[in-house]
């Protein structure tokens, strides 16, 4: 990428408006009642504590309680286990701390160097210059021009970046970035800005069955949709929405994927320029563009929003369907895309089924340990041996019988005799050892209480015939 300023640079221009709005208190969150509040908090703390139960099996759950906003005190690390952050975290230790300690590209620097005073200016962590907001974003935003030099810094990378820290520590904030940087909008942030491009198309042909109205002026227009959206979407409406609709557009992004950021988009779309009487002020390009980037409070009201954003019909099948389509188009008028970006992926189940995180090896410790033929607590009688017991009975019995048909040597005999003269045989009349039973057949008690293993049983059956 050009260290010098991108052409994202003229897109944003009238950031300083947006910042403004983005200060705003959460009206919203405060509305909620404290009691509602803790049962939510309680909610969140059950299923952090046993995630991955709670993707696996009720990941809609999860998704109905991002639609109706995570808990505050909660919303860093909930971002976190949805975006796969902590997983990347732990499949990383000491890496940011590595990419922290290392100079960086000069070319990068002074650029991020420029633009860390713009991101939030009102905001209490990046008011005042060389404060600590403002160094821990500028070491996220060095480091991962160092973890992917091949991309560099793109300034729509600042708000993002400082929405996180205003959650989360810079270490867990970087390892966001880069999920939301490869996985939910991969390539967004590459040189050419084609997927953007590509996103942008994608936005206008939806909006055809959406508001067939604004769609159509749009196109009498010819505004190119990267006049309008490219801020949206890069910035994931950082910079557009009122703060607590940031954020509970945020939560469901995480969730949801790159849909939610899609269906906003459309939503916004549809109920600025989506009926004849909205359209008499937009006569022209100037005016319908100034209308889009000077939004009514109304429709970006954080509960009218969410509402509007979670019953539009737009899910990630129509999403890659037109992705593919737009594909074609660009590859018949374009050529072959010179970024080559890792497929998207589609919220938080698709992350973790992609990177499932690592699962601690179970160490089986029984407490009690029993014989392999001893009775279960309970059951009546001896229980049978199993398959494997009986061939390795077969086995030491076939042995036995092969030690007993080979002829005695020397020394063994001399040993037989003195066990003889030292052990003299009482009167029992000799058995068979080939014949032999291999364990008597009394009660249970009986044998768990004169058990012995089967190694020392062959021994001893040998040790009697011998003698």
């Known amino acids: ?60 759950k999860i998704r109905l309680r991002c639609q109706k906003g995570i808990p505050p005190s909660l919303r860093g690390r909930a971002w976190q286990y949805l975006s796969g952050g902590k997983v990347k975290l732990q499949q990383n230790p000491g890496k940011f701390d590595e990419l922290d300690m290392s100079p960086g590209d000069p070319k990068w620097l002074d650029v991020i160097e420029r633009d860390l005073h713009r991101q939030f200016p009102f905001h209490e962590m990046f008011v005042s210059r060389g404060g600590h907001g403002q160094q821990d974003l500028f070491r996220v935003l060095k480091a991962y021009t160092l973890y992917r030099p091949e991309e560099g810094y793109c300034q729509a990378q600042a708000p993002i970046a400082a929405v996180l820290l205003m959650h989360m520590p810079a270490e867990q904030a970087f390892w966001c970035l880069v999920q939301i940087c490869e996985k939910y909008l991969p390539g967004y942030y590459s040189e050419k800005l084609e997927a953007i491009q590509l996103d942008g198309e994608i936005l206008f042909s939806l909006l055809q069955k959406v508001s067939p109205v604004a769609h159509k002026h749009l196109s ?6 990267l006049l309008y959206m490219t801020e949206w979407f890069m910035c994931a409406f950082a910079r557009t929405l009122p703060w607590s609709s ?7 992004f995480f969730c949801e994927g790159v849909k939610i950021i899609f269906r906003v988009g459309l939503v916004l779309l549809k109920h600025a320029l989506g009926s004849p009487e909205k359209l008499k002020a937009c006569q022209g390009q100037y005016e319908t563009i100034e209308r889009l980037r000077s939004l009514s409070p109304k429709i970006m009201q954080e509960a009218f929003l969410v509402q509007e954003v ?17 594909l074609r188009r660009w590859q018949e008028t374009r050529g072959e895309l010179q970024s080559c970006s890792p497929p998207r ?18 160490q089986p410790s029984p407490s009690i ?13 001896k229980p049978k041996p199993s398959k494997q ?25 001399k040993m037989a005799s003195a ?10 009349a000799p058995k068979d050892p080939v014949h032999q039973d291999p364990a008597p057949q009394d009660s249970a008690p009986q044998d768990s209480a004169h058990h012995h293993s089967r190694e020392s049983l062959t021994s001893q059956e040998s040790e009697d015939t011998y003698l």
């Open 419 to 428: 066990a003889g003269d030292a052990c003299p045989p009482q009167d029992v």
């Open 345 to 362: 992926l589609h919220g938080a189940k698709a992350i973790l089924e992609a990177e499932p995180g690592p699962r601690p090896t179970l």
């Open 1 to 60: 990428m050009d260290p010098n300023p991108t052409p994202i640079s003229a897109v944003l221009s009238h950031e300083t408006s947006a910042l403004h709005r983005t200060d705003k208190p959460p009206s919203r969150l405060e509305e909620v009642p404290l009691e509602v509040l803790r049962q939510r908090e309680s909610k969140w703390l059950d299923m952090l504590n046993n995630w991955d139960k709670w993707m696996a099996k009720k990941h809609k």
């Open 246 to 252: 940031v954020l509970r557009v945020w939560d469901m």
């Open 310 to 326: 979670v019953e539009l019909p737009v899910t990630e099948r129509q999403i890659e369907r037109e992705h593919l389509i737009q």
């Open 220 to 225: 009498r227009q010819k505004i190119d949709p």
């Open 369 to 381: 340990r029993l014989p392999l033929d001893a009775p279960l607590p309970g059951s009546k009688g």
């Open 389 to 413: 017991i009986q061939k390795e009975q077969k086995e030491q019995q076939k042995q036995a019988k092969g030690y007993l048909d080979k002829p005695p040597t020397p020394n063994q005999t």
